[in-house]
């Protein structure tokens, strides 16, 4: 089993799109493809039930304990975390904790979202996400139900977790959850947070997606190129992720002649990086590998 220290080589994956039909009995030889392309770590995009009639965004999760049905069952999940386990893979899965659809099974709970003053449960603050409500994080009985879905994921084999928006949350919060976990859990698990200036000032993370090196490649590659390999702390690099499908672009589109040199020199560094589900399709692409 590799373990969780750098250099990390992350393969992002969403599972609806890395087989014909999307699911995941079709993606049981994946973890074997994957690791003997060279990568340690899968980070798998939520795959937990959401309302397809209201949003088909993962991130807009209804219950988060149960498998998006489209996808597969939780018996399929196991099986295939287990897969990419025992071929040396660990699995970090994106989870949503900090809002969720407001379909959800925990709406229906009193003083479990953030509301107005006409008592409607509102968006994070600042975005809009119109298909997402946000969780009152300062309720109690929220901590203790977000830390019985780490440890269900965690018990199901999932050996860490990204916590998608988790400067929405409060830093209390944060710190009791993540303590939480790892002193109910046997063995290491890793939490995974966004950007270096946010993560750095939150130790109780082990590792942070870049956001500050991909916006300094869109606007300076020279100066970027210059910077891969010097940072070998704990910033996860990345040209793409699910975030650039957003604007419609390949990876080929957002870096057009020059992907391949920088995605080159990423590779060669010693920093951690992550290849990008948006690339998969791509005969050009890390990703090729996967194709048939």
Known sequence: MSDMSSPLRILEISIPHVSAGGTLPEAMDLPVQIAKAGYNTVFVLPWMKVSRAHSPSPYAVVDHMKMNETIGSIE?????????????????????????SPFHV?????GWYIKNERNEMQPPSGTEWNDVVQINHFNGEVLNACIEVVLFWRKLGVDGFRLDAAYHMPDSF????????????????????????????RP??????????FL????????????VGSDNGNGIYY?????????????????????????????ASGSNFLHSWSEWKDVNSSYSFLLK
């Open 76 to 100: 399929e999940a196991t099986h295939w975390i287990a897969l990419c386990n025992d071929v040396g893979l660990r699995v970090v899965l994106d989870l949503p904790l900090n809002h969720t």
């Open 106 to 110: 925990w709406t229906a709970r009193d």
């Open 174 to 201: 944060l710190e009791s959850l993540i303590a939480n976990v790892r002193q109910s859990t046997p063995g290491a698990v890793v939490f995974w947070t966004d950007g270096k200036r946010y993560g750095e000032l």
């Open 204 to 213: 109780y993370f082990d590792a942070w997606l870049h956001h500050e090196a």
């Open 216 to 227: 300094l490649a869109k606007h300076d590659e020279n100066l970027w190129k210059e910077g």
């Open 239 to 267: 040209l793409t992720n699910h975030d650039t499908l957003r604007a419609g672009l390949s990876p080929m589109q957002e870096w057009p002649g020059s992907y391949h040199d920088l995605n080159a020199r990423l590779q």
